[in-house]
């Protein structure tokens, strides 16, 4: 798979608009005098594969079914930046079929989250507004309805073997789930706390977020989440493309409930 | 002239000066007490701030207001006699006033919501925008002030819509008796399962809730988040009239069979 060609700065001067196909949205930015009009589709398809991107009329921007924004500045500028990233919330992964790690196991998991789109504009790199490419669902994570965090629920499911292919649009993520009790551990969901991955694209054109990794400890009912530096050894001659949204303060991480990490 | 100099000489001006001195500098040094007192108040009581600074800023003025009578003379002991009879009439006169005062400081402990919050009283729903010494105050949807007095929230059972992060939507479905059940809870988990802002967990539930009159009475409950609430509202139960407009599923009204008796005379020709 090529790199993206989407990611960058891509020239739209004064009276001209550009269209980007980027798998599940469909991105139009007009730029008129002192302003930049962005308009967008979000389609509920979260496999729709990536289509064209270049310069189109403004004339032919459609007027209806679209979300709008309009954002004004003093520059005429000629440039818009799309820069991927991650969702602004964890999400919450679940396997097929819950399954049970034995004791004094371990196992990496692979998912995939969708990947944001950054838009900043001109030379300046003044940020526009962040675009879901897929905009997941809700879910609520959290032993009861009164305690929790709101996240995204990721359709995609956790495997034990490296997805063969990533979609373009959804970055990948390692998860290592180490048991180190004697009893078995069930894993149902885990949290993903996407806000603090760095996100990586490899050689081959695939998103990588840096992988995590969760670990049973005292007694089987504390778990120690890690937020590991750098990208997975998967990931072939990845290079950052965006780092944490938050930066990871391992004191509040790294031991929590276990609850609070997978259930 | 000799009443001007007796005035000035007789100890009574100076009294006077020290009376607007203390009146003066202590109005002021309340002022600044006042200031500190709102700063260290504003990040531990936010939404009581404005009650417990009230409260304060009347103690502190009827502290100056009897110091500086004292220095005019007055004997306060005479006046606080005077005062306990007329706090007595008063307190007949204001025993609402009074028991509002009580009932703001118990919610003022209890905390049962804050500014910003929204809630149900009685048939009032609306977001708190000042609680306040006798009563409390909201903004309805439709734009609308309503004073709440505080004794009455006391009594009154209160909802909070907005305490907890995620909410639940009920919606009761009638289904006609010969309509396909299994067909309407695959529909409606489709349409849960396919709208971004209801919560994958706490998972959509549906219920038959029993045989009503006219229909099977079915209850389909989706949850989320409280500040998408409104917009995921209106977004599945129209995902869901579509729905069931295209797959042909019929929502019952209500029948009723009238039958003629012999000896009834037979309906007038339309």
Redesign the interface.
Known sequence: MPRPAWPGRHPIPVGTAWRWCLGPLTLYADNRPSEWRLSWRSERDPTLEPGELGPIDPADIPAEGLQAARFTSHLDEVSLELVPGLADRPVVIRPDTAFWLLGGERVDLFASTPVWVGLRAGESGRTLTDLPSFRPSDTWFGPNPREGELAYSSKTRARLDREPRVHPFRAATRITVVNHEADPLRIERVKVPVPNLALYLDEEGTFWTSPISLERIEGGTVGRLQVLDGPPAEAVGATLVAPARQPWREAHGLTRALGALLS | MDTIFEFLTGGRAANLLRALAILGFGVLAARIAMAAFDRWLAPRFPNHRILLRRAVWYGLLFLIGASTLRQLGFNLSVLLGAAGILTVAIGFASQTSASNLISGIFLLTERPFTIGDIITVGTTTGEVISVDLISVKLRTPDNLLVRVPNEMLLKSQITNLSH???R?LDIALPIAFDGDVGKVKRILLALA??????????APMFMIKGFGTYALEVQFSV???RL?FLEMRNSIQTEIQKAFADEGIRIPVPRYEVQGGAGLPPPPAA
Do not use: G, M, Q
């Not at chain 2, 399962?193 to 706490?202: S, T």
């Open positions: 907890f992060a995620i639940r399962d396919k709208n971004a802002l209801v919560l994958d967990e706490p949850w989320a988040s998408t």
